[in-house]
C-alpha cells in the first residue's frame, strides 16, 4: 500500500526484454541500472560465460565457475532486473513478444525495445558430422568434455601401454584451427603434458606426446600478422607442437581424422582427442530476424544491422556482439560490450526525449593470445609486443575482465599454481562430462525427454512405464556410447 510521500506509478515502465547473458547481453543490462526501464534478460544459460578463457577451464587450470558466475548474482543488486532462464526460440516483431522454452515449457515475454545478442556458435563449414568426434569451445559443457577426453585420453593410455598395446593414437592431440583459441588450446596441452603429468604416469612417457595444431591456412594467428604469426609458430614449435599449414580437414571419426594438403594429397593422422576451434556461426535467431525484416545474413549468419545497429524498419530492436554484421567489425569481446552499451543509452536517450547519438564507432583496443605460460602476443593501436611483457598484459586484461571479485582472487591463486607450479588444481573429470552431450543428442526430444510434459503430474504407473522402456532401449542397445580401443 502507497503510503504519504510515496510517487504512485500511474503508467507502465518501459519494458526492454535482452536476449542473452554473454558480454552484449550483461553489459548492456547493466547500462540500462539507472534508467527508467525494467529489464529481462532471458538466456540458455544462468551464467554470463568469459569465453576467451574457456581454454583453461579445458584443460584443468581454472574451474567453470571461475569464468562463469551466475548472472543472477551479478544483477542481485540492480533492482530494475529480473533474470529468466530460456531458450529464445521465436521473436515476433509484429507482436513485440519473445517466446522461450524450458524443458518443453513455453514462455511469452513483450518487449517494448528489445536488444538481441544470442552470440554464435562453432561452425563446422557445413561438416556438422564431425562435431561428434572433434568438439568444439563455445559452452562450459564443450570446456569440461573436452577436459575429460583429454585427462580421459591420458587414463587409457597408461592402461593400454601396461598391457603392451600400442597406445600412440590416445597421445596424439590435434587441434584444429590457428587462430588464439587453437593456439592457446595447443599450446596448454603440451604444456600440461610435458610439464604437469610427466611424473604421474609408469607406463607412458607424457612428455613424448604428439600435440599437433592444423590450419587450411598459411600461417598461425592471422588477425596478428605475418610477424608475430612467425613468432608464436616459432614458440609453439620450441614447445614441441607440431604446426601443420595449408592443412584442410576433410575428415573426422573416432579414431583419427584426415587431412588435405596444398598440393591435393590427402593423409591420416591417427587421434582419438580432436579439438574443433576452426570458425563461428551466428545464432540462428539472426535468420528469424531477417525473414521478418528482409535484412541481409552473411555467409556467417551474421544480420547485416543499421549504423545505429537497429534492425531495418524496427528502430525498437538493437542486435549487437557475434550476431550483427556491421562494417566488417570482427566477432570479438570488445565489439559486443561496446554495442550493447552505445544500444543502451540509445534507449535511455530516447525514453527521456533526448536526440540520437551519432551511429556505433568501434574503438579497437588491441588483440592479445597467449602462446605458453610467460609468453603471448598482442597488438595495441600500431604497436606489436610479443614474449613476457604481451604476457603480463594478457594477465592484467584478463584479470579485469573475470567478472567479480572472488572470481578474480581464485583465478589469480590458479594461474600462481601453473603459471608458478607448473600444476593443474582442476583436473577432475568423470564419464558423464564426456558422454553426455552424445546421449542427449540421441533422444528424440533432448532433455525435455527426461521430464514429464508440461502440466503433466506423472502418476506411479507413468513413472514405471517410463523406467520400463528407459530399460529397453538400454537393454536393446538403441542407448549405448561407444567405446575407443
Ligand atoms: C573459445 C573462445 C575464445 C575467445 N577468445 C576471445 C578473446 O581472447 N578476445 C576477444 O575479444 N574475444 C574472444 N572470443 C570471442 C568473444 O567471446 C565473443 O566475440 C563474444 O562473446 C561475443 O559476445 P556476444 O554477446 O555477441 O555473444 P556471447 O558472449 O556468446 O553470448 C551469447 C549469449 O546468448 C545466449 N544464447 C544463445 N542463443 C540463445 C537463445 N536461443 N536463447 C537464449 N539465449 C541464447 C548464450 O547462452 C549466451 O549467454 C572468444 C570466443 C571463444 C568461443
Known amino acids: 500500500m502507497a503510503t504519504p510521500g510515496d510517487t504512485v506509478r500511474t503508467t507502465p515502465r518501459h519494458r526492454v526484454v535482452v536476449i542473452g547473458s554473454g558480454f552484449g547481453g550483461l ?22 560465460l568469459f569465453q576467451p578463457l574457456l581454454y583453461q577451464v579445458a584443460t584443468g587450470i581454472l574451474s567453470e565457475g571461475e569464468i562463469a558466475p551466475p548472472t543472477r548474482e551479478v544483477l542481485a543488486k540492480q533492482r530494475n532486473a529480473t ?10 516483431l509484429t507482436a513485440r513478444t519473445v517466446t522461450s522454452e524450458v524443458l518443453g515449457r513455453t514462455h511469452v515475454t513483450p518487449y517494448d525495445s528489445l536488444l538481441v545478442a544470442a552470440g ?5 563449414f557445413g561438416n556438422d558430422h564431425f562435431a561428434r568426434f572433434a568438439p568444439g569451445m563455445k559452452s562450459i559443457d564443450d570446456a569440461l568434455e573436452l577436459r575429460g577426453r583429454i585427462f580421459g585420453a591420458f587414463e587409457l593410455a597408461e592402461l593400454f601401454a601396461s598391457e603392451g598395446r600400442d597406445v600412440s593414437h590416445l597421445l596424439t592431440f590435434v587441434v584444429v584451427g590457428a587462430g588464439p583459441t587453437g593456439v592457446e588450446m595447443a599450446g596448454q596441452i603440451a604444456e600440461l603434458a610435458r610439464y604437469t603429468l610427466k611424473r604421474d604416469f609408469r607406463s607412458i612417457n607424457t612428455s613424448k606426446v604428439r600435440v599437433i595444431l592444423v590450419d587450411a591456412a598459411s600461417q598461425v594467428l592471422p588477425p596478428f600478422g605475418a610477424k608475430l604469426g612467425a613468432w608464436s ?3 609453439l614449435e620450441r614447445l614441441g607442437v607440431e604446426v601443420q599449414l595449408g592443412a584442410m580437414v576433410v575428415a573426422v571419426d573416432e579414431r583419427g581424422l584426415e587431412v588435405q594438403d596444398r598440393d591435393g594429397s590427402r593423409r591420416r593422422i591417427e587421434a582419438v582427442t580432436k579439438v574443433w576451434a576452426a570458425g563461428v556461426q551466428a545464432s540462428p535467431l539472426g535468420r528469424t530476424l531477417a525473414e521478418q525484416t528482409g535484412a541481409a545474413l552473411d555467409r556467417a549468419g551474421r544480420i547485416a544491422v543499421n549504423p545505429d545497429l537497429t534492425l531495418p524498419g524496427h528502430p525498437e530492436v538493437f542486435v549487437v556482439g557475434d550476431m550483427a554484421s556491421l562494417d566488417h567489425l570482427p566477432g570479438v569481446a570488445q565489439v559486443a560490450i561496446q554495442g550493447a552499451r552505445y544500444a543502451a543509452k540509445q534507449i535511455d536517450r530516447r525514453i527521456k526525449g533526448k536526440a540520437p547519438q551519432h551511429p556505433f564507432k568501434y574503438f579497437d583496443k588491441g588483440s592479445m593470445a597467449t602462446i605458453s605460460r610467460f609468453s603471448a602476443v598482442a597488438t595495441v593501436g600500431k604497436l606489436r609486443l610479443s614474449g613476457f611483457i604481451a604476457w603480463l598484459m594478457w594477465l592484467g586484461v584478463h584479470l579485469f575482465y573475470i567478472t567479480g571479485f572472488k572470481n578474480q582472487v581464485t583465478a589469480l591463486l590458479h594461474w600462481a599454481v601453473t603459471f608458478i607450479g607448473n600444476d593443474r588444481s582442476e583436473r577432475t573429470a568423470t564419464e558423464q562430462q564426456i558422454f553426455a552431450r552424445e546421449a542427449l543428442q540421441r533422444l528424440d526430444h533432448g532433455a525435455s525427454e527426461l521430464v514429464s510434459a508440461p502440466g503433466h503430474a506423472p502418476t506411479r504407473e507413468d513413472l514405471e512405464a517410463k523406467a520400463l522402456e528407459e530399460a529397453r532401449l538400454t537393454d536393446t542397445g538403441a542407448r549405448g556410447r561407444s567405446e575407443v580401443s
Open 27 to 48: 553489459f548492456g543490462t547493466k547500462a540500462l541500472r539507472r534508467s527508467d526501464v525494467d529489464v529481462t534478460m532471458i538466456a540458455k544459460t544462468t551464467h554470463h
Open 83 to 92: 533474470v529468466l532462464l530460456g531458450d529464445v526460440t521465436g521473436v515476433d
Open 120 to 124: 554464435s556458435s562453432q561452425s563446422y
Open 233 to 235: 609458430q616459432d614458440r
